[in-house]
């Protein structure tokens, strides 16, 4: 009669073979960028609202980090949002801020860089902050990617050249593809209720 070990072992092996053919979580093949901002005298409230008007809010979010998979398709919002299913537990590379001081500027920014070449991985960074305006922090935001991604192909450039003149450098590369950010700005409730920013790279395994 076969051991109870015996039986283990197999369910073991079956299981170590079935994750090998079908990974709980492949790789992602679509992205999409969205933001949102919300305001609430309770913080949580106001992330759960900035959530909302991102329409993200009825995912369950594991936050990821830098790394754009080859072949990951840019997609609009609103693809992005339609595909989305309430409950799914759903990867994104998030920048947050929140303050509670009135009138401060706070900004939240995600920047994507994607390589020429579809079998080489590009950059997503995230970026925020205090006191910047939404262009700023962008801008910035889409440098940081940007020149992750061009160092990784041999291109590292001079960071005090400005980032209009780097960014010319890297589109006549023809390694660097393309380069864009997403930013929410604002500024914090004049009754000193939380605001809060955010931007985020959410990413789609279909």
Request: glycine share 6%.
């Amino acid at each position: 009669m076969p051991s109870r070990l015996y039986h283990e072992t197999s369910a073991l092996n079956f299981h170590s073979v079935h994750h090998k053919e079908s990974p709980v979580f492949p790789t992602p093949t679509r992205v999409f960028l969205t933001k949102g901002i919300g305001v609430h005298r309770h913080t949580l409230t106001a992330f759960e609202l900035a959530l909302r008007d991102a329409d993200i809010e009825q995912q369950n979010l594991v936050y990821v980090s830098s790394i754009l998979p080859p072949g990951c398709e840019l997609i609009t919002r609103e693809i992005g949002v339609a595909a989305l299913k309430p409950g799914d537990i759903t990867f994104c590379v998030m920048a947050r801020i929140e303050t509670n001081e009135p009138g401060r500027h706070i900004h939240a920014s995600i920047g994507l860089a994607l390589p020429a070449d579809p079998e080489t991985y590009g950059y997503i960074s995230e970026y925020h902050g205090f006191g910047q305006m939404a262009e700023q922090s962008g801008d910035h935001a889409e440098d940081l990617a940007a020149s992750m991604l061009a160092s990784t192909l041999g291109l590292d450039l001079d960071p005090e050249v400005a980032w209009n003149e780097r960014k010319r450098l890297y589109e006549y590369s023809h390694l660097v593809i393309n380069s864009l950010s997403m930013t929410a700005a604002t500024e914090g409730d004049p009754e000193g209720r939380w605001t809060c920013a955010i931007s985020a790279a959410v990413f789609l395994f279909s």
